[in-house]
């Protein structure tokens, strides 16, 4: 069974950096995508960022110049790189994996921006 452990959320002000990490228990399938959704309060979850076992990435165009995914493969985990911060910004940030075997989602780490 894949399991995601998400960390590296908190509280920043505006202006401040943070860094979220994801780990992946396991990975079958070389061919995978790794990416982090947030959702705030009452919005629907959307994508922030993507990365391929290729190395592709896809942003928002909210995040585009301000975070930055990347993966580290030996240790199985992908990292979301997150300056410049808004208020906008403040949500629950989710992991996802995708390979053959399905979706999987982290359990949510929450992001706060204050003002």
């Known amino acids: 069974q894949v399991q995601l452990v998400e960390s590296g959320g908190g509280l920043v002000q505006t202006g401040g950096s943070l860094r979220l990490s994801c780990t992946i228990s396991r990975i079958l399938f070389s061919s995978n995508t790794m990416g982090w959704y947030r959702q705030a309060p009452g919005k629907q979850r959307e994508l922030v960022a993507a990365?391929?076992?290729?190395?592709?990435?896809n942003y928002a165009d909210s995040v585009k110049g301000r975070f930055t995914i990347s993966r580290d493969g030996a240790k199985n985990t992908v990292y979301l790189q997150m300056n410049s911060l808004k208020p906008e910004d403040t949500a629950v940030y989710y992991c996802?994996?995708?390979?053959?075997?399905?979706?999987?989602w982290g359990q949510g780490t929450q992001v706060t921006v204050s003002s």
């Open positions: 996802r994996f995708t390979d053959w075997g399905g979706d999987r």
């Open positions: 990365i391929t076992s290729g190395g592709s990435t």
